[in-house]
């Protein structure tokens, strides 16, 4: 997957809650939220479109309606998994032991954490 940038993140948040949508519909929702010129939102999808990260469905007259290819749950997984990599060298462990060095985690959160572990056993 290539890398989606942090505005081309907010097209595919739009996206993924609307399932399918057209560009003006987008635009509507990033224009209230972001303050974003319309001009700005077409090229972030057609970024995404080149990408692969999303596609057009269907035509209707001039408009194109757009839906994702990459779900979120993949998504979430594939900058999980790069964010481990790049600062703590793909280890879990080295991420949770920074995070409660650093009290990151609550007693709650580690607490939690342990019976999650527990119950994986």
């Known amino acids: 997957m ?3 940038s942090e505005a081309e993140y907010e097209i595919m948040k739009v ?3 609307k399932g399918e949508t057209t560009s003006l519909e987008i635009i509507d929702v990033l224009e209230k939220q972001k303050k974003w010129n319309p001009n700005t939102i077409r090229t ?3 970024r995404l479109l080149k990408k692969k990260a999303i596609k057009i469905v269907a035509k209707e007259g001039k408009t194109y309606i757009y839906t994702y290819v ?3 749950d993949e998504y979430i ?3 999980s ?3 481990l990599t790049k600062l703590y060298n ?3 462990n080295n991420m949770l032991v920074n995070f409660v060095k650093q009290d990151k985690l609550s007693k709650k959160d ?3 954490l342990m019976k999650l572990i527990e119950s994986e056993e």
Do not use: H, R, V, Y
Request: no cysteine; aromatic share 8%.
């Open 44 to 46: 972030l999808i057609t």
């Open 77 to 79: 997984e594939q900058e």
């Open 2 to 4: 290539e890398k989606i």
């Open 81 to 83: 998994t790069n964010f």
């Open 15 to 17: 996206l993924w809650e």
């Open 110 to 112: 580690i607490s939690d």
């Open 90 to 92: 793909g280890s879990i």
């Open 70 to 72: 990459i779900g979120k």
